[in-house]
């Protein structure tokens, strides 16, 4: 099961997540998330309501120990964005040691390494190479590591450090 979370827009990557599971219609992709559908563009909406093979299911918006359990129960976390923020779907993710596959985009510089705490690419072959790899066991599981940079963004962490920040310029 290949999983991924985030509102139906098309810079989150929501068309190649589609074009992917065309690939592999032997695994089950989900995405999960809402937002109404008659706030997107009709190609999406399309996409989300029939335009999309058997292997893909978009369920909604789910919270709590269902969507928790998604994240800690997936073979992959696929997160094929064009832009984000901050990218909280992903600390999430590896936050429930889960492997990560993302597109390389400049918001994960300095804190997401390609074949180090998650797996980058760039295009849908490139995600379809390593989306095989990652699920079939062909590449090296990177999810402790990723739980590893999710726990040094934690809010105890960071906190941590912006005492001894402040404790620095106090005194």
């Not at 997160?79 to 909280?88: D, L, M, Q, R």
Request: charged share 25%; glycine share 8%.
């Amino acid at each position: 099961m290949i999983i991924s979370v985030g509102l139906y827009f098309r810079r989150k990557g929501i068309i190649d997540f589609v074009e992917v599971a065309r690939r592999f219609p032997q695994y089950k992709f989900i995405w999960f998330g809402h937002i109404s559908l008659y706030s997107i563009p009709k190609d999406i909406r399309r996409i989300v309501q029939y335009d999309h093979p058997d292997n893909v299911i978009f369920p909604g918006y789910i919270k709590g120990d269902i969507i928790e359990g998604a994240y800690s129960n997936a073979d992959l976390f696929f997160f094929p964005s064009y832009e984000e923020t901050e990218g909280i779907v992903v600390l999430e993710a590896l936050a429930s040691l889960q492997n990560v596959l993302v597109r390389d985009i400049p918001v994960y510089d300095g804190w997401l390494k390609d074949r180090k705490n998650c797996y980058m690419g760039n295009n849908n072959t490139e995600f379809s190479q390593l989306l095989e790899g990652i699920v079939e066991k062909k590449l090296p599981d990177l999810s402790k590591n990723g739980w590893q940079t999710a726990q040094a963004k934690s809010i105890p962490h960071i906190g941590k450090k912006l005492q001894n920040i402040y404790e620095t310029v106090l005194s």
